[in-house]
């Protein structure tokens, strides 16, 4: 099965600089790669998702980048605030099945 | 639109007890999946269903763990009898084309 690799687990950086998230999946035939964003006592929000036909998609300070051959994929946020502080998951799916997890990143913005 | 709706949201049993978890998926969605989130283990998906049949259910960790979906509009995460190793919190997302959309969860303790 799918096995996907999450680094680092925590990532602290200063309010205003930016952060990276990478992320490492083991089947070739996985096809889409989302990342989701999860605050205390909630669930996992869907903040940015890409398809194995794109290499690079962008939304406001957020950006993912995929590279198939490596087979990894990143998570890029521009110029952190204080909200962005949680932990972000990234996953990884093939055709319809379910997703499969990396561990996550506690991400903290300091002040 | 309501989203994922979970009940209850924490749940508190002792050993040997039944639990039944329920969820509301959003409307319009054919697929269904549960997950459950521990620290030492991170999201595993558990069982999910397209149009209400199970299609993959080799997440469940044992016989004492069973899920049905009677309708579209409802499904059941059910353990007995239930045992300390199954306090997680449990949680359910719903998917039409593709994003994958989770619930609150339910934080299930068992004693």
């Known amino acids: 099965g799918e096995n996907v690799e999450q680094h680092p687990s925590t990532l602290s950086v200063q309010e205003g600089d930016s952060a990276v998230i990478k992320c490492t999946y083991s089947?070739?035939?996985?096809?889409?790669f989302p990342w989701y964003k999860q605050e205390l006592g909630k669930g996992p929000q869907l903040i940015i998702d890409i398809r194995s036909n794109v290499g690079e998609k962008k939304d406001q300070r957020i950006a993912v980048t995929l590279n198939k051959t490596a087979k990894h994929f990143s998570l890029h946020i521009t110029e952190t605030q204080p909200e962005d502080s949680a932990v972000y998951f990234c996953a990884a799916r093939q055709g319809a099945d379910g997703l499969t997890f990396g561990k996550g990143t506690h991400l903290i913005i300091q002040p | 639109d309501a989203g994922v709706i979970q009940s209850p949201r924490h749940e508190v049993t002792e050993m040997g007890q039944e639990v039944t978890l329920r969820c509301k998926p959003i409307s319009g969605h054919n697929s269904l999946f549960w997950y459950r989130q521990t620290m030492m283990r991170g999201l595993e998906l558990l069982i999910y269903f397209n149009n209400n049949v199970p299609i993959d259910d080799s997440g469940m960790p044992e016989d004492r763990f069973s899920a049905k979906m009677p309708n579209a509009s409802f499904s059941t995460l059910k353990i007995q009898p239930s045992e300390p190793r199954d306090s997680a919190v449990y949680f359910c997302a719903s998917r039409g084309t593709s994003p994958q959309y989770f619930g609150p969860g339910t934080r299930l303790l068992v004693l």
């Open positions: 089947d070739s035939a996985s096809n889409y």
